[in-house]
């Protein structure tokens, strides 16, 4: 729990082992989720399948080494939070344990939920986005209030629970109209 100890100062700053691990894990989610959001987008043109598949992201031992980099990022705050806070150590590893299982419980739903609707895993990259951008600012010094971020990602969220309710019922999109050009309407002094 030494983390919080302050290592060097920056302008002012003073950098602690948990600065530096939120920057990074901030940094490392924002390319992360800039590189995948480019991926569907752009998509993969001139790039054999097996060039892709050699990628560091796409090997076995990489997406286990994101994961654990992850883990340890999205963590560090809550055990921090937990240690100063919970007074009993075997509540704070069961409280640990059961959200593991929740969380290996509901990936596999989730994910399928996710591969059946392309809007939420562009939503869910926004919201990886939003979040490694929080984690750089918390590491920097800049506190972000974690309600303006909930309220954000919980109206998303709610926008696209419409979207998809409508889409369901089998609702047009929106359709928009071309952009208003005088010359093109009818009488516009033109002969």
Known sequence: MRLTV?????????VSGRDLILVAGGMFL????????????????????DAGKARWGSSFAGVITQIILLDVVFSLDSVITAVGVAE????MVIAIVIAVGV???????LGAFVLRHPTVKMLAL????LIGMSLVAEG???????????????????????NLRAKKKGET??????????????GSGES
């Open 6 to 14: 302050p290592l060097f100062s920056v302008f002012g700053h003073a």
């Open 30 to 49: 924002l390319m992360k989720a800039t590189t995948e959001i480019h991926h569907r987008l752009e998509g993969t043109e001139g790039k054999t399948e």
């Open 88 to 91: 009993h150590v075997p509540v």
């Open 103 to 109: 969380m290996m419980l509901s990936a596999e739903p």
């Open 126 to 129: 926004s919201f990886l986005l």
């Open 140 to 162: 920097v010094g800049h506190h972000v209030p974690k309600g303006y971020i909930y309220f954000a990602m919980g109206f998303s969220v709610l926008v696209e629970m419409l």
């Open 173 to 186: 999109p929106l359709a928009l109209r071309a952009p208003y050009h005088p010359a093109d309407q009818p």
